[in-house]
């Protein structure tokens, strides 16, 4: 901890370095445990965990790339950087589903005896404890930061975890009812649930490359903090915004908007406002960058127009 506060120490790039330390430790927790069961469940469980290391690796070097400052080539900086990140992510994910179905489909009509079940769900229940506190910090620090690249990183450790309870739960039924072919079939139950997970953090990080807007209490913030801002006078709105768009960049959030004024304000005027609004707003929504055009109080822009003929 830096200066009392633990946020300070738990970044993004030393919650991921941590987050590659654990998945070298959970891969040779989980490769011993599968290597003295033989249990498919549990290679399944310990090939998720290669893809961790994966994920955790791609997203420490998308974390880097994401600090780096504004340049001539990106003068809007590098924070996107962290929706590749969650892509990648998620399509290991969905990879590591698809393999972990077709080692355990041979198992259903081939099943194997399984040996030393006692040390096998030791050592896969201790790697996923280890996941699920890590994951539970993780999930507190990627809303703290505003990170995706985090919240990705921790909702995989989280399918990591529900894979060894899965694993864990089928090969207790197949020590319980002497029915080996539930090792299979569990596994494959675990990889589709994995699976939906992968899907997710694709389908999340393709909206953040496009724009998303911001949150909808983000969204309720900037339109209270404006609220303050309209003056209306004899029925006329005198200081009024419209045009309001929203949108994320990794960690960035971003808002540009019209407001309008009297057109016999100084410029001075007008730009004292624009600072009081702009400072209100960064207030209210840490991290946030506000553009805000000055236009006369009956002029109005031309987005709705339509477009002329291609």
């Known amino acids: 901890m830096l200066n009392g506060n633990p946020q300070l120490w738990m970044t993004p790039k030393r919650l991921l370095g941590v987050s590659v330390l654990v998945a070298l ?160 079939v569990v596994a494959i139950g675990v990889a589709l649930n994995i699976l939906k997970e992968g899907a997710h953090l694709v389908w999340q990080s393709s909206q953040g490359l496009m724009d998303e807007a911001v949150e909808a209490d983000v969204q309720q913030d900037i339109q209270q903090v404006l609220a303050r801002f309209v003056y209306t006078l004899e029925g006329r709105e005198v200081i009024r915004f419209d045009h309001v768009a929203t949108r994320k960049a990794g960690q960035r959030r971003y808002v540009d908007m019209h407001m309008h004024m009297p057109s016999d304000w100084s410029l001075g005027q007008a730009a004292q406002l624009r600072g009081q609004v702009e400072r209100a707003l960064m207030a209210a929504v840490p991290g946030l960058r506000a553009t805000i055009q000055l236009l006369p109080r009956d002029v109005e822009a031309h987005f709705d127009d339509p477009k002329d003929p291609a």
């Open 25 to 184: 430790i959970t891969i040779g927790l989980k490769t011993l445990a599968w290597w003295l069961t033989d249990s498919v469940g549990l290679l399944s469980d310990a090939m998720e965990s290669l893809v961790n290391l994966a994920s955790a690796v791609f997203g420490l070097v998308m974390v880097t790339v994401a600090e780096q400052p504004p340049d001539e080539d990106h003068p809007y900086g590098h924070h996107k950087a962290e929706y590749f990140s969650s892509g990648f992510e998620g399509i290991l994910i969905i990879v590591a589903a698809l393999a972990i179905v077709w080692a355990a489909g041979h198992r259903v009509f081939d099943p194997q005896p399984l040996e030393q079940v006692g040390w096998g769900l030791a050592l896969s229940v201790g790697s996923s404890a280890l996941n699920g506190l890590l994951a539970w910090v993780m999930f507190g620090a990627a809303k703290a930061h505003r990170s995706l690249a985090l919240e990705a990183d921790a909702r995989h450790l989280v399918t990591d975890v529900w894979t060894s309870v899965g694993v864990v739960i089928g090969i207790a039924l197949v020590s319980v009812t002497g029915w080996l072919w539930l090792d299979a």
